[in-house]
């Protein structure tokens, strides 16, 4: 919990060392954990927070600070956090991390944004490998922000560690097959330190690496001619 003062020094303290991208994220409401009567304090939202930002890169840092936000496409109600992304877009934020993709409908929301979301956002998708059924159940039924259709957790029931790391690595690239069009890179989410199930992802993924260039966001590379874009993050 830090104030206006606070969060523009930590932030002009980050710039002099050289950290430029933040991520503004408002979090989970209190309510979501253990105790159940404790009140959220917050002096402002992640769009407040990066129309702040935006303010201060055009008179106070040394060098543009770039704006990272989050898109849940798995949000209940889709058109209304596409309306959100919309707004943040308008504050300044040029890139966007999104919820794990694991089913067709978050496919579908992935491809709803792009074509919604100005070009020169960049959308980055993240992908989270299930282990086990057990993991997909809980996954499913405990985590805000996840949803695992039935018919992949179904999947994994009965089966072998080995059976359930060759089906995690086939949903996770297919997912990343289905949306590669429409997104400037993924975000692999290592579940249980299990490094082997992202290794082979990304050593099947391969050939998506290899395709053309990722779209570049002409915004993005004015401000930060100098950085160059990971088309896959770990």
């Not at 408002?26 to 159940?36: E, F, K, M």
């Not at 402002?44 to 704006?67: G, H, K, M, V, Y």
């Not at 956002?121 to 922000?145: D, H, T």
């Not at 993005?220 to 896959?232: F, G, H, I, P, V």
Request: hydrophobic share 40%; glycine share 4%; with cysteine.
């Amino acid at each position: 919990d830090r104030n206006y003062n606070a969060l523009k020094s930590t932030l002009l303290g980050l710039a002099i060392e050289g950290l430029d991208t933040v991520l503004a994220v408002t979090g989970d409401p209190v309510r979501i954990g253990d105790n159940p009567y404790l009140k959220s304090r917050a002096d402002f939202d992640s769009r407040t927070l990066a129309e702040i930002i935006s303010q201060w890169n055009a008179t106070d840092f040394p060098r543009p600070c770039t704006i990272a936000g989050a898109l849940n496409v798995n949000a209940q109600s889709f058109s209304a956090e596409l309306e959100r992304a919309e707004r943040k877009a308008k504050a300044g934020m040029s890139v966007f991390f999104t919820q794990p993709v694991i089913g067709e409908k978050a496919a579908e929301n992935v491809r709803r944004a792009r074509e919604a979301l100005p070009r020169s956002v960049m959308l980055v998708a993240g992908i989270l490998p299930i282990v086990s059924f057990r993991n997909a159940e809980y996954l499913a039924s405990s985590i805000a922000g996840i949803r695992v259709d039935r018919e992949i957790a179904e999947r994994y029931r009965d089966v072998s560690k080995e059976e359930a790391t060759e089906i995690a690595t086939s949903i996770s690239v297919s997912m990343m097959e289905r949306i590669a069009d429409a997104v400037d890179g993924f975000c692999l989410i290592t579940p249980f330190k299990r490094i082997d199930i992202v290794e082979s992802i990304i050593a099947r993924s391969s050939e998506l690496r290899e395709a053309p260039e990722l779209r570049e966001a002409p915004e993005l590379r004015e401000a930060n001619d100098e950085r160059d874009y990971l088309s896959l993050a770990i």
